[in-house]
């Protein structure tokens, strides 16, 4: 499998292709949203704009569909940015790779930094078998939604987010949540709360993550020759279209889980 | 897989720049342009209301005001019926009246003619009898008076056997 270019810098053990795919998806997020609101219009919006505007119409439905008008729109902004950088970062991986073989760990360094998962990987690989030439891909190009850093990072925004808002501005009916609709389902409504982010964070991770496994093992059907050729071709193209779906589809569901989580503790009535 | 809280940390760090970023950029802008679209139409929803309540009061005033002329040139057409019959009556009246006093007038002037014909005709024929009488008796009435009486008596014979 490939391996994360992983530098030490400083006492932190930062992956390089994390960071480069992070700052590509908020660019390319941060350039669409730009064009499409360029020339503003109120009465004659352009294909872009109207574009947009549809999406924020979109998740106006979903937020509305799970909370008051009033108590959603604070979020709309914000479930716009995930919709967007979720999106961008599941296609980004889809298209290409980027993976770079290394055969020699003394090689395996970048800004004069030691990549320390590649030589580590390799000491494990020469420790199985001392014989044979050790050989380590490494992937620099991906999507950054298929690292469980980063996935997990945003479910777990969203958990501190939706939990603070339900504490701080909705105390009574937060913490009564807990106690329904006996006190001794405490554990249950925690294992419950505990869960949710966990499940958010990797339903997306695991989606988008398995797409480019698979894409990775449809591509190593060439070696078997032009008839493995052909089916890797065929099996790209079913994967790719079916990857853009799920793709699409785990943006969804991440906002609307988001704005759902958000719902049930800000905007929980009382008498829930 | 494989976790490190580094790639957590800047995950965050990242997201949260780009909502920053958009929210200033882009979405802010937006939701204004989309809040300003929204008023428009609602203004020109309420305009295109009003409009329409001021053009009904308008046909409605139109109607009213279609009703009354109408109303006002049956009863002038009613009106001048009425006067141009009474207008005629009246001149009919007038011309039977005039009528009526031509002939009497008419009648009038005969018996007068007809008076003074008879006043006339009786000076003459006394005039004429006496001469004749003087002729027939020879002498001459010469008192006047007593000439006057005799043709009266003779007129009163003569008009009472007639």
């Known amino acids: ?272 | 897989m494989s976790l490190h809280w580094e790639s957590f940390v800047f995950t965050l760090i990242a997201f949260l720049i780009l909502y920053i970023l958009l929210n200033k950029y882009a979405f802010g802008p937006l939701f204004s342009v989309m809040e300003k679209r929204r008023e428009l139409v609602q203004q020109q929803l309420s305009e295109a209301a009003n409009t329409r309540e001021q053009a009904t009061v308008y046909v409605e005033e139109q109607k009213q005001a279609l009703q009354e002329a109408r109303q006002q040139a049956y009863e002038i057409i009613e009106q001048s019926k009425q006067t141009s019959g009474k207008q005629a009556a009246q001149i009919v009246e007038l011309a039977r009246s005039e009528a009526a006093r031509l002939k009497d007038e008419a009648v009038r002037d005969i018996q007068n003619e007809k008076n003074k014909a008879v006043e006339q005709l009786r000076g003459e024929v006394g005039v004429a009898s006496v001469k004749i009488a003087s002729k027939l008796i020879g002498k001459e009435v010469k008192e006047d008076s007593v000439q006057g009486e005799l043709v009266d008596q003779y007129l009163k014979e003569v008009g009472g056997r007639s």
């Open chain 1, 1 to 272: 499998m490939h391996e994360a270019p992983i530098i030490k810098l400083g006492g932190l053990n930062i992956d390089l292709s994390i960071v480069f795919m992070l700052i590509v998806s908020c660019v390319i997020v941060f350039i669409i949203a730009r064009l499409a609101t360029r020339n503003l219009s109120v009465e004659n919006p352009g294909k872009m704009q109207n574009f947009l505007e549809w999406l924020v119409e979109f998740v106006r439905g979903l937020s509305n569909s799970t909370m008051d008008w009033k108590k959603g729109k604070p979020f709309i902004s914000l479930a716009m940015t995930l919709i967007m950088f979720i999106f961008v970062s599941n296609m980004l991986g889809l298209p290409f790779g980027v993976v770079t073989d290394v055969h020699d760990a003394e090689k395996a360094q970048i800004f004069g930094q030691p990549l320390v998962s590649v030589t580590e990987k390799m000491e494990a690989i020469h420790k199985q078998h001392p014989n044979e030439e050790p050989e380590v891909e490494v992937a620099w190009w991906k999507s950054p939604t298929a690292d469980a850093s980063a996935s997990m990072a945003l479910a777990i925004m969203v958990f501190l987010l939706s939990h603070g808002l339900g504490m701080f501005k909705n105390t009574r009916a937060y913490f009564k949540h807990y106690v329904h609709p006996y006190p001794y389902f405490l554990p249950i409504n925690l294992i419950e709360t505990f869960s949710k982010p966990l499940t958010h964070g990797m339903r997306l991770f695991g989606n988008i993550f398995a797409g480019e496994v698979l894409i990775t093992v449809i591509l190593r059907l060439t070696s078997l020759g032009p008839v493995g050729g052909v089916f890797s071709v065929i099996g790209l193209i079913v994967w790719q279209a079916f990857s853009i779906f799920i793709g699409t589809i785990q943006a969804f569901v991440f906002t609307m889980l988001t704005l759902l989580y958000i719902s049930q503790t800000y905007a929980a009535e009382d008498d829930h």
